[in-house]
């Protein structure tokens, strides 16, 4: 069975364009979550979605960043506009949904912006 | 709220030592807890994880961890290390509805 599927998987780009990526859970995975890691931490959530709905964006700056995940399956997350500050790696993972389960990462988008 | 962290961000043995990285852990309700490994350009992959019942958890690649509630700790230990254990590894603890909160990491190297 395939695993969780991101892509591209490395973008670099300039300051103040815009960006996209590109998330495919594990088939009959209803979580999706958002990570942000920076260099030398872990992850950090932006966005966790139950389906097609957003379940948690707490932590994620609605001024630049957006996300969608219509039909409940795949889903993107937009940057727009980028900044130095936004290179990051972007992962991507996904749960069945019950709460004691492990998460499963893809291998993440490295986004340098220059 | 909870948190993790990783004591030591730089944890260097030699090929066969033991191997013990130390992660604590605050929970306002009894969590549940994971490693992970992440090597170079990957994702994460999960080694082991406590929910409930048996403190003591065995993981893949001969790693194991016990949860101790008294000292809020989950460290992760491998009586021999090999060079392949080489990687980052992250502590993390869940408990609403799978939000994951993860440690800053522990990168482990192992030298021949």
């Known amino acids: 069975e395939a695993g969780v599927v991101q892509s591209p998987r490395y973008k670099i780009i300039e300051k103040k364009q815009p960006v996209a990526f590109w998330c495919n859970p594990i088939?009959?995975?209803?979580?999706l979550y958002w990570y942000r890691q920076n260099l030398g931490q872990g992850p950090e959530l932006l966005i966790r979605?139950?389906?097609?709905?957003?379940?948690?964006d707490s932590q994620l700056p609605k001024d630049r960043f957006s996300a969608e995940r219509l039909k409940g399956v795949d889903s993107t997350l937009k940057i727009q506009p980028a900044e130095l500050g936004d290179s990051a790696v972007y992962l991507c993972?996904?749960?069945?949904?019950?709460?004691?389960?492990?998460?499963?990462f893809g291998q993440g988008t490295r986004l340098t912006v220059v | 709220a909870q948190s993790v962290t990783q004591l030591g961000s730089h944890v260097s043995v030699s090929e066969g030592a033991l191997v013990l990285l130390r992660c604590n852990y605050s929970?306002?309700?009894?969590?549940?807890l994971f490693w992970y490994v992440q090597y170079p350009n990957q994702g994460l992959q999960l080694l082991l994880k406590?929910?409930?019942?048996?403190?003591l958890v065995k993981g893949i690649n001969g790693f194991e961890a016990e949860f101790k509630k008294s000292e809020t700790s989950f460290h992760l230990t491998k009586p021999s290390a090999h060079m392949s254990d080489a990687a980052e590894y992250f502590c993390?603890?869940?408990?609403?509805?799978?939000?994951?909160?993860f440690g800053d990491g522990t990168t482990l190297t192992v030298k021949p």
């Open positions: 993972a996904s749960t069945p949904g019950q709460v004691n389960t492990e998460a499963f």
């Open positions: 088939s009959g995975h209803n979580t």
């Open positions: 979605y139950e389906n097609e709905e957003a379940v948690d």
């Open positions: 929970s306002s309700v009894p969590p549940y």
């Open positions: 406590y929910t409930t019942g048996a403190t």
């Open positions: 993390a603890v869940s408990r609403n509805a799978g939000k994951s909160t």
